[in-house]
């Protein structure tokens, strides 16, 4: 069962447009949400996070945005960069939980230069 | 501040072999998680520790084990290996429940 789905295993973007990743969760316990950036050979890269008590959080080219009702969050990369092209995977914990993530399966960003 | 350090990078085992991987989390950071990252399953919660307690635990067999001492610095061990613990192993850390993780670069386990 999984819990936290990225629903496009890819995503291809001209360098300077936006980039919307999306992640659909299903687990109604969850109340803090993640996005990691990974490379090749190396561990995931913490990016931003948000709270379920929010709905959109900001940090300089990346927004996450919350919707609780539709149990879906969004992460928009503006402007996307070449150096943004990695896997990025969104993750989920319930507050009980402490520091158990439950992650999605990831999506694969290529920004053309 | 030196981020996450995992040893070995690369390890190649035999089935049936025990191995142990190591994990030095960044300096101040008490909670020490573990994560499988395979193909097929993506990353997977293995378990939490928290000043030398086990305080979360994934859906893993018990042959997968881990400890952490008082440093913080952690260990986890797999017994009895089947092929399909081939996986890259993350550790990462924390300062507190509910802080984003750190990860480490990983362990490539690979079993023959």
């Known amino acids: 069962d999984q819990q936290v789905k990225q629903n496009s295993p890819s995503l291809s973007v001209q360098e300077g447009r936006i980039s919307i990743l999306n992640c659909d969760y299903t687990?109604?316990?969850?109340?803090?949400f993640l996005w990691y950036k990974k490379y090749p050979a190396e561990g995931p890269t913490f990016l931003i996070s948000?709270?379920?008590?929010?709905d959109k959080n900001e940090d300089g080219r990346f927004t996450v945005f919350l919707n609780k009702s539709a149990k879906h969050l969004s992460l928009h990369i503006v402007p996307s960069q070449p150096g943004d092209s990695a896997v990025y995977f969104c993750?989920?914990?319930?507050?009980?939980?402490?520091?158990?993530?439950?992650f999605g399966g990831g999506t694969r960003v290529l920004v053309k230069p | 501040k030196a981020g996450v350090t995992q040893t070995p990078r690369y390890l190649i085992k035999t089935r049936g072999q025990q191995v142990t991987l190591s994990c030095s989390p960044i300096?101040?950071?008490?909670?020490v998680s573990w994560y499988q990252q395979t193909p097929g399953q993506g990353l997977q919660f293995l378990f939490e520790?928290?000043?030398?307690?086990?305080?979360n635990k994934g859906n893993f067999p018990g042959r997968f084990s881990g400890r952490q001492f008082s440093n913080s610095r952690s260990e986890m061990n797999v017994s009895t290996l089947e092929l399909g613990d081939s996986a890259l192993y993350l550790c990462?850390?924390?300062?507190?429940?509910?802080?984003?993780?750190?990860f480490g670069n990983g362990t490539r386990l690979t079993v023959t």
């Open positions: 990462a850390s924390s300062l507190l429940a509910g802080s984003p993780l750190h």
């Open positions: 687990n109604s316990m969850f109340d803090y």
């Open positions: 948000i709270s379920s008590i929010k």
């Open positions: 993750a989920a914990s319930a507050g009980a939980a402490g520091n158990k993530l439950t």
């Open positions: 300096s101040g950071h008490r909670s």
């Open positions: 520790y928290f000043s030398e307690t086990q305080r």
